[in-house]
């Protein structure tokens, strides 16, 4: 696991999207797990700053987004097709074929719907780099705290809180989904890279319960522990309840010094 401490939200999403960027170079034909959520909007602006100014092509690319709401059609401007629409999709060159996201309108046959979506990543390879936001709570996804570690894409109940922390996007109360679609943990720990942002003081408490705490599906994101290839990309004030932070400093130092392909 690479913690990679920045100073703030810019650099966390420069960063993130440099490494996102030299993956694409890499391998064009990249499948890449997407996220939503506030912290990804820096992120996503900086890729098609990147597509803009050096020509990063995404035409390759197939995409599988993480979630999407139960009950939210793709045009529903809270839904997360709507998200990845106005903040990355219509501003890039990706093929619309070559993307995917858990339909929020389907009624019935859930398991049926979720391992299709789980039979498509197979289909495409496998995902190869993951983003990942972190809840409030420590979900990853819609992964809410005591979901299975083992889990795969279903439909998830979300908790009170991640409703509260929602509501500011469903200004009307009562109006807000309370359940999801979501790739499971055992989804996303099969991702051969994954990268997971957070940033500001809220996430504070969930960072470090995931980076030293116990593995626990109390806190779903402590899953990553069990991860070959990691990186939590987080900014100061996520960082402040880490207790090794010295240490990441010297572990980052030495990554740059003899193994930098992991910081690109
Ligand atoms: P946020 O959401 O980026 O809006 O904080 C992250 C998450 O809940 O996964």
């Given amino acids: 696991m690479l913690v990679v401490l920045k100073r703030d939200y810019e650099e966390v999403s420069r960063q993130a999207a440099r490494l996102i960027a030299?993956?694409?170079?890499?391998?064009?034909?990249?499948?890449?797990?997407?996220?939503?959520?506030?912290?990804?909007v820096g992120i996503y602006d900086q890729l098609v700053r990147l597509h803009k100014e050096e020509a990063l092509d995404f035409s390759r690319v197939v995409t599988f987004n993480l979630?999407?709401?139960?009950?939210?059609a793709a045009d529903h401007p809270q839904s997360f097709h709507h998200f990845m629409r106005e903040n990355f999709f219509s501003r890039v060159n990706i093929d619309p074929r070559n993307v995917h996201i858990p339909d929020g309108t389907i009624r019935g046959n859930y398991d049926q719907y979720c391992a299709g979506y789980e039979e498509a990543i197979r289909q495409a390879g496998g995902i190869d780099?993951?983003?990942?936001?972190i809840g409030r709570n420590g979900h990853v996804g819609f992964n809410e705290?005591?979901?299975?570690?083992?889990?795969?894409?279903?439909?998830?109940?979300l908790t009170r809180e991640t409703i509260e922390d929602n509501q500011k996007s469903f200004p009307s109360a009562?109006?807000?989904?309370?359940?999801?679609?979501?790739?499971?943990?055992?989804?996303?720990?099969e991702a051969r890279?994954?990268?997971?942002?957070?940033?500001?003081?809220?996430?504070?408490?969930?960072?470090?319960?995931?980076?030293?705490?116990?593995?626990t599906s109390a806190v779903s994101a402590s899953a990553l522990q069990l991860h070959p290839d990691v990186t939590f990309l987080i900014d100061e004030q996520a960082?402040?309840?880490?207790?090794?932070?010295?240490y990441y400093r010297q572990v980052l130092e030495m990554t740059a010094l003899l193994t930098p392909e992991r910081l690109s």
């Fill in 174 to 189: 009562g109006e807000g989904p309370r359940c999801a679609i979501t790739m499971g943990i055992g989804t996303i720990l």
């Fill in 129 to 133: 780099l993951q983003l990942l936001g």
């Fill in 145 to 157: 705290p005591t979901s299975s570690i083992g889990s795969r894409t279903r439909l998830k109940v």
């Fill in 22 to 40: 030299s993956a694409v170079r890499r391998k064009p034909a990249l499948t890449l797990g997407l996220a939503t959520g506030g912290t990804m």
């Fill in 193 to 215: 890279r994954i990268l997971l942002m957070a940033t500001g003081a809220s996430k504070a408490a969930a960072v470090a319960k995931s980076i030293e705490g116990p593995i």
């Fill in 67 to 72: 979630d999407e709401y139960l009950g939210l």
């Fill in 239 to 246: 960082a402040s309840q880490l207790t090794q932070r010295e």
